[in-house]
Structures are given as structure tokens and as C-alpha cells.
């Protein structure tokens, strides 16, 4: 794997990596550190991999600010829906329309008392 781009994100970095004529977007903790980490998508061109990490980080940040955490391919927040990292990604979605969705969609569910 040849590293193509890397974004220092947080606690982590974001890298796309060249492996088998494919490109693929993965994350990687600088705390606690396991080779590149999870990989979240594959892309076939550099283009679409750099533009989904970009995304990607402004997507997570969004999510933590929405109390939800990264785990394996999904933003996951107890008692909401998880919302699967590759399908945002590959959305035209901006990221005022996903701050939105976070927001109004969402939201935890409430025991009924």
C-alpha cells in the first residue's frame, strides 16, 4: 500500500491508500495506532478518494458534534439509527443538508412514560 493523501484529523489521520489499482479511504487513531486502520470505502479513481476524505472529516466532525462516534463503517449513537459511512460519502448531500439531517432525523428515541 502506497500512501497518496493523508489528512492529520483529530486524534487520527485520514489516508488514502493505493493498493490494487484501487484507492482506498481509511482512518487510522495516532493514540493507539494499527497499521492504516479501518477502512471505510474504495474508490477506483484518486479524485473521488481525496474528495470522500474531505467529506469524511467534515462529516465525523459533525457527528461528534451530534454525539455520535465512529464504529467499524457506521456513525453510531445509542438509540438512533446508525448512519452508514459509505453512503453519506456517495451522497451529493451537502454538509448543511447532512447537519440538517442529523438534527431533525436523528434524534434519540425517548422511552414513552
Do not use: W
Not at 488514502?16 to 479511504?25: G, K, P, R, S, T
Not at 465525523?60 to 463503517?73: C, D, F, M, S
Not at 448512519?83 to 448531500?93: I, R, S
Amino acid at each position: 500500500m502506497t500512501v497518496k493523501y493523508q489528512i492529520e484529523f483529530s486524534e487520527s489521520d485520514v489516508f488514502v491508500l493505493e493498493q490494487d489499482e484501487a484507492f482506498h479511504l481509511t482512518i487510522c487513531s495516532r493514540v493507539n495506532p494499527l497499521g492504516f486502520g479501518n477502512k471505510l470505502a474504495v474508490y477506483s479513481q484518486i479524485g473521488q478518494a481525496v474528495d470522500a476524505a474531505e467529506k469524511f472529516c467534515k462529516l465525523y466532525e459533525l457527528a461528534k458534534q451530534h454525539g455520535y462516534h465512529l464504529k467499524g463503517t457506521s456513525f453510531v449513537k445509542e438509540g438512533c439509527d446508525s448512519l452508514f459511512v459509505p453512503a453519506l460519502l456517495e451522497e451529493d448531500a451537502t454538509v448543511d443538508v447532512l447537519r440538517a439531517r442529523f438534527k431533525a432525523d436523528k434524534v434519540p428515541n425517548e422511552a414513552s412514560g
